[in-house]
């Protein structure tokens, strides 16, 4: 992991950008993360005073490009959360921007350079094969956490089907990170979801989908089993 850096002859920052989306639960004192991840590329050049201007049109400026990104990414996905395909309009102004950055020289924004950079992430977000992924997200907020203060079985039903979604994103494109970022963040509500509940059969079956996509966290997920 490299720390960040300050180059004061041409004012270039390179540091990691560590972000966390959160969105309140009906009828609870809960924030759950929506997404979470690590961009390690996160390189700009700023001198005090510079003017921040951001056109969708004309990128000249990392940063604006990077923050406006950002900002299109998590409103989109949040919008998600709260009907199905939600945010489809805003996650478009995400994608222009990583079109419109193609010619940035800053790293981040290209092609196929990194599996989890912005393009990526994205790129896979908004990919028809991955739309079961962006349908989970629905089902798994608003039908699934939204619910279990009023009804536990009802909300925990909802988001047993949409591990089912999550299984099917990733064996619809096994590349992409998504799932297992998803998984990453999610690891420690999902087996609180879990854990005393539900049939066995159904604990099973969402340890199997889990295991399969992260074995890396399979301590966690064999909690869900007991």
């Known amino acids: 992991m490299h720390h960040e850096t300050y180059n004061a002859n041409n004012n270039?920052?390179?540091?990691?950008?560590?972000?966390?989306?959160?969105?309140?639960?009906?009828?609870?004192?809960?924030?759950?993360?929506?997404?979470?991840?690590?961009?390690?590329?996160?390189?700009?050049?700023y001198q005090e005073q510079d003017a921040l201007d951001f056109n969708i049109n004309n990128m000249d400026n990392n940063l604006t490009a990077m923050l406006a990104y950002y900002a299109y990414l998590f409103i989109g996905m949040d919008l998600d959360t709260f009907s199905p395909l939600g945010g489809t309009e805003v996650l478009h102004t995400a994608e222009s921007i990583v079109n419109n950055a193609q010619t940035m020289s800053e790293p981040g924004w290209r092609a196929f350079d990194n599996t989890k950079n912005r393009h990526a992430i994205i790129n896979d977000y908004m990919d028809?094969?991955?739309?079961?992924?962006?349908?989970?997200?629905?089902?798994?907020?608003?039908?699934?956490?939204?619910?279990?203060?009023?009804?536990?079985?009802?909300?925990?039903?909802?988001?047993?089907?949409?591990?089912?979604?999550l299984k099917e994103a990733h064996?619809?494109?096994?590349?992409?990170?998504?799932?297992?970022?998803?998984?990453?963040?999610?690891?420690?509500?999902?087996?609180?979801?879990?854990?005393?509940?539900?049939?066995?059969?159904?604990?099973?079956?969402?340890?199997?989908?889990?295991?399969?996509?992260?074995?890396?966290?399979?301590?966690?997920?064999?909690?869900i089993t007991k």
Not at 143 to 159: F, K, P, S, V
Not at 181 to 200: C, L, P, Q
């Open 128 to 165: 028809s094969s991955l739309e079961p992924f962006r349908r989970l997200q629905y089902k798994y907020y608003r039908q699934g956490l939204d619910e279990m203060a009023q009804n536990a079985d009802r909300g925990r039903t909802a988001i047993t089907e949409s591990m089912e979604m």
């Open 171 to 223: 064996s619809n494109k096994p590349l992409s990170q998504l799932p297992q970022i998803f998984t990453d963040f999610k690891r420690d509500e999902i087996v609180n979801v879990y854990s005393g509940h539900g049939t066995a059969k159904e604990k099973q079956a969402v340890y199997d989908i889990l295991s399969d996509i992260n074995a890396s966290q399979n301590t966690y997920w064999s909690k």
């Open 12 to 45: 270039r920052f390179t540091c990691e950008l560590l972000f966390q989306v959160t969105r309140p639960v009906f009828n609870s004192a809960y924030n759950t993360t929506v997404f979470s991840m690590r961009d390690t590329e996160f390189v700009f050049d």
